[in-house]
């Protein structure tokens, strides 16, 4: 929104269950401003990503997703991706500018809620899903669910905002 472009992003991202035939039973969760992509389960793999401060830790929303839980596994597919300019594997100022080999720092661009959103649209693309059942978070994560169904209504059958307001971007 800021009229600055990256060359090239990376984003991390998790997905839970199976993607049916007909690809229309993704859920994309959203986290808030301390989240990342790492919403279910543990992290096998959390020392050999570096990402140390998961180990014996479950995902942020790990009651809520999962087979035989409200977001059910065993019938809906679930990604969750970490946001533009996310700490978290996502292209943020610690990564590297492949125009200058040097970290972004403070060049990275200001982000909004609704870069973050058209990121997330993307990487939807990405998966070949039309069409999301439905956007779901909390917080921050309810103005990207909100942000959703006004950029790309078209994009997802419902949305689920929690403890949210409209972002000002």
Known sequence: ECGSELPYVQVEYETYGTLSP???????VLHALSGDAHAAGHDADCEKTGRIW?????????????????????????????????CYGTTG?????????????????????????????????????????????????????????LAFPDRLKGAIILAAAPSLS
């Open 54 to 86: 998961r180990k014996g830790k479950a995902g942020w929303w790990d009651d809520f997703i999962g087979p035989g839980k409200p977001i059910d596994t065993s019938q809906y597919f679930v990604i969750c991706s970490n946001v533009l300019g996310s």
């Open 93 to 149: 100022p610690t990564s590297i500018n492949p125009l200058t080999n040097q970290p972004y720092r403070l060049t990275f661009p200001l982000v909004t809620v609704s870069d973050w959103v058209r990121l997330q649209e993307r990487l939807i693309t990405h998966l070949g899903i039309e069409r999301l059942l439905a956007t779901i978070g909390g917080s921050l994560g309810g103005q990207q669910s909100l942000e959703w169904s």
């Open 22 to 28: 007909e690809k229309d039973n993704a859920i994309l």
